[in-house]
């Protein structure tokens, strides 16, 4: 009979916690003992905000997970044996801690004397400190934002721990909506470039900010000479944010610029990353300065870091970031870029069935060229199918190697960008996986994925690691494609043929068979097969006639064929149940698409009849 992962880790710690309770050593910690609290929690006398929140978060944990209340002290208390020490106590346990090696976010946790120290770096380290010691050594879980794994255990004794941990990357940011929840972020150690209701961001601005630097509505009249030049005329649009450019080398552009980001910063002193970049277009200048400057340096950059150079000199307790993206990835040569510029590169054009490495030749000589000059960087990489949110998307496997290829070529920065709406294909398994790997992208991923799989899924979590093993080992046989631009039609005779797809439902009846008693996890398992069923929705409508497509011949009429009809109803009824937003990146919900898929097969079905296909 089958036990879901909490009774058995129920079932386990208290096996464990009997054993332990008898066979502790002189030099263990003991915080709890037949569920009441042996240990303390220890703070400064005068705490910082991270470190009072640390305690808190520990103390409910604790409760949580013994029933016991834990008491927080001073330091100014006398020291007891069993004692959890957060943060920068006084107290001699810490004395051997290089404070300064943790830099902003790492931490350490370690028993000595018989106390058990949790300390972390000034930004959020002992905050992450705290959460990595309950999930690794309480066996609790943070799978999403709704999923959490909190074991009960009645007595807790430590053993020897030594731990030292610093993330790899320094700014890790996961675009999920689901990861944005204040408390997936801290115990996943994740950072935000927007602020919200639950707090500030370490991004004053974000990206595409040129025009909002140095608005047309505002400049465009008097100064047309401040935006970029397009076969002969300045290119500017009052009315509309993202038509044209600023001229980079406009002396004009950057000083209403710069009294406009001195501006912003004065409102948001707090924020240490300000963005001055591009729009999102191809509307760079073409002035005949602009043009000696891309000549002279092989790049467009050469007249974006020159401007940038002076705003980062202009704001030195800033970091001033830059986009490198579309046409402006290459780096200038012969200049040299201030230690307070951060690059933000992005690979947009990227493959992403393959790594990086191995599929784009231009982005991996570009950012290898960028390391060359500069160690600043922040890369927006792209790790869903933007048009296709629902549907498989099997690029598991190249996020571990593209990330180590990242670090390995001195980024210390990352914005994973995936989905801005609710749900989305294995949005929690991909969500969870890449704050991970920003954490350490050289960690064994394999047994992260099982557990991770085995705790959302319950006991269906073999029959989706089945599913998703063959899907990519399928992907990979057929050498097909994923672009973020694609859809489920392109890959119709690779991983996603009749057969194939015959296969997956097979499995996941499986999973649905062993979760047939458990709904928490029959929601989840829907979810997954929801996604197949968009491919095929998807692939029948671009067939449109033959054997997978959505239209049949009835009575010298063509109408929608039943099956497709009913698996378009409840597919997107279960995505309207499960929260899900968009089935496309900005548009579409799952009431559109139905409307939409309708629309466009009855206009079809006009042509068909005259017997001809458009």
Not at 353 to 379: L, M, R, V, Y
Not at 450 to 464: E, K, M, S, T, V
Request: aromatic share 12%; with cysteine; net charge negative.
């Amino acid at each position: 009979m089958y036990q879901s992962p909490k009774k058995l880790l129920l079932r386990m710690w208290a096996v464990l916690a009997l054993f332990t309770a008898v066979s502790c050593q002189s030099d263990d910690v003991i915080l709890c003992e037949n569920g009441k609290a042996v240990s303390r929690i220890v703070i400064p006398s005068s705490p910082t905000e991270a470190e009072k929140h640390a305690s808190v978060v520990l103390q409910n944990y604790l409760k949580k997970i013994t029933g016991a209340e834990f008491a927080i002290v001073s330091d100014e208390s006398a020291s007891q044996k069993n004692d959890i020490q957060i943060g920068h106590v006084d107290r001699p346990e810490i004395s051997d801690i290089d404070f300064p090696a943790l830099k902003n976010d790492g931490y350490v946790i370690q028993t000595k004397n018989n106390r058990l120290t949790i300390a972390g770096g000034p930004n959020k380290g002992t905050i992450y400190g705290v959460y990595g010691f309950l999930e690794r050594y309480l066996n609790c879980r943070k799978y999403s934002s709704k999923v959490s794994v909190v074991p009960v255990q009645f007595n807790i004794a430590l053993n020897d721990i030594d731990v030292q941990e610093v993330p790899v990357f320094e700014y890790r940011e996961v675009l999920y909506k689901d990861v944005y929840d204040p408390e997936y972020m801290e115990w996943h150690g994740l950072g935000k470039h927007q602020s919200d209701a639950y707090g500030t961001a370490d991004w004053g601005s974000w990206c595409h900010t040129t025009l909002s630097l140095v608005p047309p509505k505002e400049y465009g009249a008097a100064h047309p000479e401040y935006y970029s030049m397009i076969n002969g005329k300045r290119c500017f649009d009052a009315t509309k944010h993202n038509v044209g450019e600023i001229c980079w080398s406009s002396e004009g552009a950057f000083k209403a610029a710069a009294q406009h980001l001195q501006k912003m910063i004065a409102d948001n002193p707090d924020a240490l990353y300000w963005s001055v970049s591009q729009q999102d277009n191809a509307d760079y200048c073409r002035c005949p300065v602009c043009q000696k400057a891309y000549d002279e340096t092989g790049s467009t950059q050469g007249t974006i870091i020159p401007f940038i150079n002076k705003m980062a000199r202009e704001f030195p307790d800033k970091t001033i970031s830059t986009l490198a993206y579309w046409y402006s990835t290459r780096p200038p040569k012969g200049i040299k870029v201030e230690k307070n510029v951060n690059i933000m590169l992005c690979n947009i054009g990227s493959p992403r069935h393959i790594p990086i490495e191995e599929g784009d030749s231009t982005f991996t000589a570009d950012i290898k060229a960028w390391h060359q000059i500069h160690d600043n960087f922040i890369i927006w990489d792209y790790v869903i199918q933007f048009a296709h949110l629902m549907a498989p998307f099997p690029n598991l496997r190249t996020l571990q190697p593209n990330l180590q290829f990242l670090h390995k070529n001195g980024v210390k920065s990352l914005f994973e960008q995936g989905n801005r709406e609710t749900g989305g294909e294995f949005c929690e398994l991909r969500a969870y996986l890449i704050a991970k790997l920003m954490w350490n992208p050289y960690q064994d991923i394999e047994p992260i994925i099982d557990d991770f799989l085995n705790g959302y899924y319950g006991p269906a979590g073999q029959y989706i690691r089945q599913y998703i093993d063959l899907m990519h080992d399928k992907m990979q046989e057929t050498k097909a494609q994923l672009s973020i631009f694609g859809r489920p039609w392109d890959n119709r005779d690779t991983f996603l043929t009749e057969e194939l797809l015959s296969q997956y439902y097979a499995l996941l009846e499986k999973a649905a068979e062993a979760v047939k008693d458990y709904p928490e996890y029959q929601s989840r398992v829907v979810m997954v097969k929801a996604q197949i069923d968009y491919a095929v929705l998807d692939i029948a409508r671009q067939e449109l006639t033959g054997k997978r497509g959505a239209m049949e011949l009835v009575d010298g009429k063509w109408v929608i064929k039943k099956e497709i009809n009913d698996l378009l109803q409840n597919t997107m009824n279960i995505c309207n149940l499960n929260g899900v937003t968009r089935v496309h990146e900005w548009n579409t919900t799952p009431h559109e698409y139905i409307t939409e898929y309708y629309k466009y097969l009855d206009e079809k079905s006009d042509t068909l009849v005259k017997g001809s296909l458009e």
